[in-house]
């Protein structure tokens, strides 16, 4: 048992859903009203998302709103060795929920204790799903102060019985967060932090597509380390330079107290000729040293400045109090690190005065965080720009106002209710730029980009490959803006009635054109393909509303040879 300690006002992007569930959890404070009507209140709901979206964070919400205690569990705990003991910790913990009602009881992981029993091998899984499903429903009878909350990212591997009405009423989907989501997660994740002035969260919302609040969270860390180390930066170089002042002024000193100390001194001149006297003047202030243009001297003297070895030993025993390290030039990163680490002096309110996180700060911590949806089947964004490619205008032109300007103008495509493309093919023969332009294309609008060459997604196994379509889709889908590129889209989609494959052609042609309808409904999502046999594709993919727009990359014309080869050499 744990006191929770967020509310609802600490959750961000997630209007919508926090809606659906204080409708769920009002029997908790006002189970009157189910009485009145005579109708049983729910009895719990299960969570579902992608890991980090916030399910835990949720259920601790839910119990601080209610002001009640949450029991909170994962569910492999509950898994013993001993035949039977994960039974009786099932029942114990249900018995516990009982007598502290009302409370919220949260397992974690749930999909761990409740596999589909169709599928199960050992008898012992079946038997701790049936005792998990008896106490839930034994709760109608003298536990209807108790909310049962399942939290799981698997929620298709969890037994039919488990998910139907009276058990877990309700099953509530948490999302990846669109950008506006993103920006009230991050003004609530900054909220205590220092930022710098004019800080624009919307631009940074833009620039985290597939980002989770965990993934958010992970990155204003990293772009606080950013800040320090910029801090690190800033009082390194000025401890070099108060060194430098230091050295040359304790040499100067040390030079004078030198020449003092000798008294007398003697003017030396030195010339090319061997023979000639050399005249020694007593004087009291300075020596000066008099060479001709040959160096060729001929006597020495004994009361002159003192050596170099002599002043460097001076100046070492001299500086050595004015900073923790002697010369922070001559050290590797590490020792520089290991000195402040062991260096025991506070920083003062000057030195911490302009330390803030800033714009640049989060921009460079983005290069080391990486969200947990593109952690695979993402690619990153290609570094091919426009001037990269040779020729091509007019494609270009056509791409740009495809895919580029919807992302980077949504406000005014929406105000003017502008369809755009659902999906472009390009065609042409091999070798003139199709895949580069997908390349270009993506780096141009800044957006996600999954590159998928088309025999990759077949699979030997039945249902394997449109599983890998679904996955694909899905994927962009959560990462919106997205690009996804079909390479060599003729293996994928041939034509149906030409195929000697059978029914596994078929299927896979069946899955990319039920996808594809789907991306109509869902903006952000841009499907690219490319080609150099478009007459073998199935037709049923090149209507109006799939691939609806065919651009073809033909071969070069004089003029734009001159234009490639420009670009090759630059």
């Known amino acids: ?45 299960l969570l579902h998302g992608p890991p980090g979206c916030g ?23 509950l898994v013993a060795g001993v035949s039977g003991e994960s039974e009786e910790r099932i029942r114990e913990l249900f018995e516990k929920a009982i007598k502290m009602a009302p409370c919220v009881l949260f397992i974690d992981e749930i999909d761990a204790i409740t596999p589909n029993r169709q599928n199960v091998q050992k008898e012992m899984e079946r038997r701790i799903v049936a005792q998990l499903l008896s106490c839930l429903d034994d709760l109608n009878e003298n536990g209807s102060m108790v909310l049962v909350i399942g939290a799981t990212n698997r929620p298709d591997s969890i037994d039919p019985a488990l998910r139907r009405a009276g058990r877990f009423d309700r099953e509530i989907s948490i999302g990846i967060p669109d950008r506006q989501s993103r920006a009230q997660i991050l003004k ?13 969260f919307e631009v940074l919302a833009n620039h985290t597509p597939g980002f989770v609040g965990a993934d958010l969270l992970s990155l204003t860390r990293e772009a606080a380390l950013v800040a320090i180390n910029r801090l690190f930066q800033i009082l390194k170089e000025s401890r ?6 230091t050295i040359e002024s304790k040499k100067d000193e040390c030079c004078i107290e030198k020449i003092h100390e000798n008294g007398n001194t003697q003017e030396i001149v030195v010339t090319d000729n061997l023979s000639n006297d050399i005249s020694v003047n007593s004087v009291s202030e300075s020596a000066v040293v008099v060479i001709d243009d040959d160096i060729s001297i001929k006597t020495s003297a004994q009361n002159i400045c003192p050596s170099d070895n002599i002043i460097q030993e001076n100046i070492e025993n001299k500086t050595e109090q004015v900073m923790p390290i002697d010369l922070i ?5 590490l020792d520089e690190l290991l000195v402040w680490l062991h260096d025991k002096t506070a920083f003062s309110d000057v030195q911490l005065k302009n330390l803030c996180i800033t714009m640049s700060d989060f921009e460079e911590a983005l290069k080391s965080v990486q969200p947990s949806a593109k952690r695979e089947g993402f690619a990153t964004v290609p570094d091919i720009t426009w001037n990269d490619i040779g020729s091509l205008r007019e494609i270009r032109e056509d791409l740009q106002m495809a895919i580029v300007a919807p992302v980077r103008h949504a406000k005014q495509f929406d105000a003017l209710g502008i369809n755009i493309p659902a999906g472009i093919l390009l065609c042409g023969p091999p070798g003139c730029g ?23 997604l077949l699979n030997m196994y039945v249902g394997e490959s449109e599983r890998a379509v679904r996955v694909c889709f899905e994927r962009a889908r959560n990462s919106a803006p997205c690009v996804i590129f079909f390479d060599e889209f003729d293996a994928l989609c041939p ?12 299927r896979v042609v069946n899955q990319m054109l039920t996808e594809m309808d789907g991306i109509e409904s869902r903006k952000g999502v841009f499907l690219l393909a490319a080609s150099n046999r478009p007459d073998i ?25 001159v234009d490639i080869l420009r670009a090759i050499t630059k």
């Open 1 to 45: 048992m744990q006191k929770a300690t967020c509310a609802f006002k600490d959750i961000g992007g997630m209007d919508k859903t926090l809606e659906d569930v204080c409708k769920l959890i009002l029997h908790i404070k006002h189970p009157e009203i189910y009485k009145t009507i005579g109708i049983s209140p729910p009895r719990g709901f």
């Open 55 to 77: 399910k835990t964070l949720l259920a601790s919400a839910i119990a601080n709103e209610l002001n009640v205690p949450l029991l909170k569990v994962a569910a492999p705990e």
């Open 188 to 200: 609530i994740i900054t909220s205590k932090l220092k930022l710098s002035e004019n800080f624009d």
């Open 240 to 245: 070099k330079l108060v060194e430098t002042i």
């Open 329 to 333: 030039k001559q050290l590797s990163p």
């Open 434 to 456: 199709k895949t580069l332009l997908a390349k270009a294309i993506a780096n141009e609008a800044g957006i996600n980009f999954i590159s998928v060459k088309g025999p990759e």
């Open 495 to 506: 034509k149906r009635s030409d195929s000697r494959e059978g029914g596994a052609t078929m």
């Open 537 to 561: 594709i199935d037709p049923a993919v090149l209507r109006p509303g799939r691939l609806d727009k065919v651009l073809f990359v033909g071969l070069p014309t004089a003029t734009e040879r």
